[in-house]
């Protein structure tokens, strides 16, 4: 009977289930309300100014103003990276913090100041948004919109008559909105020479403060007395126009402006080596300075001739005269084929003493390597004179951005010369029938410069300089600049095309010694060219 009982049971648990869900399935199906309608959606906009609070508690800065930049990548990479940027930045903060603290103690009767703990936390700075500004300046200027909730831990031990005291800061918060410049803009890395960083606003500065214990945060009226005082010392600091300057590179030694001349005398060569076959050689000398984009300077040929007298002079443009070298080179002029190079050598523009002329006697080498065992052949001698210009202290600008500020040409320049220096700023709007990918040729008096390409631009941006060292004044001449594009690939049936140019005369700059325009580039729609041209004289 036991086991009757138990058959019967579990069938009637089997059965009474499988009624029990057929049944709820029905009722379902059947009794289910009528009057259910279908969602309305209602555009933000129509909502009022308490709804959207509620649905968006905190509206980023890029809704509420358009000239705001998403940055979403940057607060991916400060996520990712800020482990590593807490334990960097901590240390940093201590190693600038510890002379200051060793230097101020003394003066308050305090045995020691240390750091116990010192951590930003595990949560980063997000930027809720960037705006960046365009200038005609060699500048580049953003204003991020900055906020930090986070949970560092920063305790600070004071020692003092036999005593010690630990004060702890927690739950920091800062809303910030700087203005961040990078300025001058300069052609090497990391290709600005200072920073300088200005508050738009007074910030918002929040964070808890205890004492053995104790938050000192929540004495009645001590707080909104540290909050306004914070806001009100970092703003007499830094609030625009104040600003936090940060130097990176030496303004002048990294855009590497022309700081002299070089004059060069090429005399003469002797005993040198015979190329040709058949009579002798056609020297000619070519002359250029290293870590310079100049192209060579190049005397007359002197035909069958291995003892040749040139007695003819160049100037030279020098921006860095601890590192740039004169290289001297003698060729085997042919009329057919390559020119064979007869011998080389060079001069370090540190070995010359400034304002002196200095005639030298050079032995020709196969090259410059003096550990190479062909340098040991005789072949030739090569007499130069040099003389090395250097601008004087007083013909500086004082301030490396100070505006409308023109360098004079050094001592030794032909009277009614100087130099002709263009500088290419950027251009807009310029665009290809094939491809953009501009870069600009500049040609004066049967000289060619031309600055580097920036592929896939129609606003390309050079800052690159150029220097003409001219034996008398420009004032009836013109300055040819033209941009091209070029194509980057190999087999297109239009791989060059000028995207449009300029003829610039000289004559308003030899007057004003100094002009900055934006010039609408000729055979193009919309394409403008910014180029700055100074006139430097000895005077």
């Known amino acids: 009977m036991g086991f009757l009982s138990s058959i019967l049971g579990f069938c009637g648990f089997g059965v009474g289930v499988s009624a029990g869900l057929v049944i709820g399935y029905f009722m379902f199906i059947f009794f289910q309300p009528n009057d259910v309608k279908d969602l309305v959606i209602h555009p933000l906009v129509e909502r009022d100014t308490q709804s959207l609070q509620q649905l968006l508690p905190e509206i980023p800065i890029w809704v509420k103003c358009p000239d705001y930049d998403r940055v979403d990548w940057l607060n991916k990479f400060l996520e990712l990276m800020w482990p590593y940027l807490d334990k960097a930045i901590c240390r940093t903060a201590k190693n600038i913090a510890a002379p200051i603290i060793v230097e101020q103690i003394p003066k308050y009767k305090i045995d020691s100041v240390e750091f116990e703990t010192l951590t930003l936390g595990s949560l980063p700075p997000t930027f809720q948004g960037m705006k960046v500004y365009v200038t005609d300046e060699k500048e580049l200027m953003m204003e991020p919109y900055l906020k930090w909730a986070s949970n560092p831990n920063v305790s600070v031990a004071v020692k003092a008559f036999g005593l010690k005291a630990t004060v702890q800061v927690i739950d920091l918060q800062i809303f910030a909105a700087p203005r961040i410049t990078l300025k001058p803009l300069v052609p090497s890395f990391p290709?600005?020479?200072?920073?300088?960083?200005?508050?738009?606003?007074?910030?918002?500065?929040?964070?808890?403060?205890?004492?053995?214990?104790?938050?000192?945060?929540?004495?009645?009226?001590?707080?909104?007395?540290?909050?306004?005082?914070?806001?009100?010392?970092?703003?007499?600091?830094?609030?625009?126009?104040?600003?936090?300057?940060?130097?990176?590179?030496?303004?002048?030694?990294?855009?590497?402006?022309?700081?002299?001349?070089?004059?060069?005398?090429?005399?003469?060569?002797?005993?040198?080596?015979?190329?040709?076959?058949?009579?002798?050689?056609?020297?000619?000398?070519?002359?250029?300075?290293?870590?310079?984009?100049?192209?060579?300077?190049?005397?007359?040929v002197k035909h069958s001739n291995l003892n040749p007298e040139w007695n003819e002079e160049f100037s030279m443009v020098v921006k860095d005269p601890e590192s740039q070298a004169l290289e001297i080179s003698v060729y085997d002029w042919e009329q057919i084929g390559k020119h064979d190079k007869m011998g080389t050598n060079v001069v370090p523009l540190r070995d010359l003493t400034p304002d002196e002329s200095k005639t030298m006697t050079l032995d020709l080498l196969k090259n410059i390597d003096l550990n190479d065992a062909q340098n040991d052949k005789q072949r030739g001698q090569i007499v130069v004179e040099l003389t090395y210009k250097p601008f004087k202290e007083e013909d500086l600008p004082k301030d490396f951005e100070e505006s409308g500020t023109v360098l004079k040409a050094p001592e030794g320049t032909p009277p009614g010369g100087g130099v002709l220096v263009v500088i290419v700023h950027q251009a807009e709007d310029v665009e290809g029938k094939n491809h953009t990918n501009p870069y600009v040729r500049i040609i004066f008096k049967g000289e060619e410069r031309k600055t580097k390409q920036v592929k896939k631009n129609r606003d390309p941006r050079w800052e690159e300089e150029f220097s003409f060292v001219l034996e008398e004044s420009p004032v009836n001449d013109k300055l040819h600049v033209e941009v091209i594009s070029t194509s980057t690939r190999i087999g297109l049936l239009h791989p060059k095309e000028v995207l449009g140019y300029i003829d610039i005369s000289l004559s308003d700059v030899v007057h004003n010694t100094r002009i900055n325009e934006k010039y609408h580039l000729i055979d193009s729609k919309t394409g403008r060219i910014q180029v700055e041209l100074q006139w430097r004289t000895a005077k």
């Open 191 to 300: 290709c600005f020479a200072k920073i300088f960083v200005s508050l738009m606003e007074k910030p918002h500065v929040d964070f808890g403060l205890k004492l053995l214990g104790a938050d000192l945060m929540a004495i009645p009226g001590l707080y909104r007395f540290v909050q306004e005082t914070i806001k009100d010392q970092v703003a007499s600091m830094y609030l625009w126009p104040k600003a936090l300057e940060v130097q990176i590179l030496d303004p002048s030694k990294a855009m590497k402006r022309p700081v002299g001349i070089l004059h060069v005398k090429i005399l003469r060569a002797m005993k040198l080596r015979k190329k040709d076959l058949l009579g002798a050689s056609d020297p000619y000398v070519k002359l250029k300075l290293t870590e310079s984009k100049l192209p060579s300077k190049k005397t007359t």
